[in-house]
Each structure stands twice: as C-alpha cells, then as structure tokens.
C-alpha cells in the first residue's frame, strides 16, 4: 500500500529539548517536503527536498532542520523547540516528474510547553 | 506572491442539498490547481488536479471547475460522509520550488441527516 508515514502521531514536549519528527514514504517520489497546519493559517511550507542531499527553504523555515540523507526518509528536526512551534505537521511526498498528486502522512500534532 | 483564498470558511448543508465552494487564486503562472479532502486528524487525501481554465472533474457526488481566476467544488445531493473540511491549493508554473503547494485555510464543511 503506497503510504507516508509520520512518527509519533503526538508529542509533548519541554522548551528548548531538541527533537526528531521521521517520514517515510514507500512510493520511490523525489519530492518531499514538511508542512504546518495551524488554524486559520492553513498549511505552510517549511522545508522540502527534490532529491537525496537536496533540500530548500520553504515559506516558514525558522526554527527547523532537514536532512534527505535517503530517498524515502526526510525528517524534521528541531533543536531547540519553542512554544510557538506547537502546531500540527505533515510530511507529504510526490514524483518530481509526471503525476503531481501529493500524498500525505497521517500528521504529527506537536505540543511545546 | 502566490495566494489561495477559500470560502465560505465553514458551512452546513442538509443532506441532499447541493452547493458550492468557492477557491479564488492569484498565481504567476498556474501549473496545477488542487482539491484536498482533510477528516479530522488525518492528513489530506487527494481529490482532484486541474490545469487549464475550461477544465472540469468529477468524481461521484463532488465536481471541480476551473476559470482563470477561481475554481468551484461542486458537491450534488451530498451525504453526510462527505463532512470533512475542503483544501484547495495551486502549485505555481515557475521552476524554483517544483513541487511547491500554496493552500487555501480550507471551508469546513459539515452534512446533516
């Protein structure tokens, strides 16, 4: 079953404890790339990759890392949390070329005391 | 700058009344435009791509149109399975950032039996 998949699905955590949010997609695409969704906002770009080693900024990169050090895998990093980075995330991957039908993963609500 | 405004933000509809969405876009140069469906806690599921003013879609209860400077989701008689909140987003023509997808903040739908 072609899927992304976000781990964990929920997370509390304190201000300033650096941590990892993974994304995994089976489907073989180029492109993935990190979005929040917070309320009244919609979704906003963070970060995306168009291939392994290359990755870009994209409309709210402040505060959050990438690595793309394989194809499937394109995780979220952030260093040093802060409350203001609590928000609801989605990691979604797609063919570079061809087909642009995103996929989705499932989400990461992420909480930031 | 490209952007994606979607209304009305929510709305509620008896089962069997049919209505329409509404996603109005400013974008240099449109490469595709986007219809997403979000149940709540999920990520979003793909619906529907249009690419050229004219173009339509459909796909059981729900319709897409497109004109140069809107795009509609037409939803027939609906049933109260198809609550769930209606994404649209565009996807600019420009190469920079390929893949990049500029949502709208969504019309929250809701079906009542």
């Known amino acids: 079953e072609a899927q992304v998949t976000q781990n964990p699905r929920y997370l509390i955590t304190v201000t300033g404890k650096k941590l990892t949010v993974t994304c995994s997609q089976n489907m073989n695409h180029e492109y993935m790339s990190w979005y929040r969704q917070d309320p009244g906002l919609g979704l906003r770009q963070i970060y995306y990759s168009m291939n392994v080693e290359v990755t870009d900024k994209g409309d709210v990169p402040e505060g959050y890392k990438v690595s793309r050090k394989e194809k499937r895998n394109f995780p979220l990093i952030l260093e040093s949390p802060s409350p203001n980075q609590t928000s609801l995330y989605f990691c979604?991957?797609?063919?570079?070329?061809?087909?642009?039908?995103?996929?989705f993963g499932q989400g990461t609500r992420l909480t930031v005391v | 700058e490209d952007q994606v405004t979607q209304s009305p933000e929510a709305l509620r509809l008896q089962e069997g009344e049919s209505s329409s969405l509404n996603c109005s876009y400013t974008?240099?140069?449109?490469?595709?435009l986007f219809w997403y469906r979000q149940d709540p806690g999920k990520g979003p599921e793909f619906l529907f791509t249009l690419y050229s003013a004219g173009e339509e879609k459909e796909k059981e209860r729900l319709k897409a149109t497109l004109t140069k400077k809107e795009s509609f989701l037409h939803i027939t008689a609906p049933k109260p399975e198809d609550s769930a909140t209606y994404l649209c987003a565009v996807q600019a023509g420009t190469s920079g950032s390929a893949r990049q997808l500029t949502f709208g903040s969504g019309t929250q739908l809701t079906v009542l039996p």
């Open positions: 979604a991957s797609s063919y570079l070329q061809g087909g642009d039908e995103a996929f």
């Open positions: 974008v240099s140069g449109l490469r595709g």
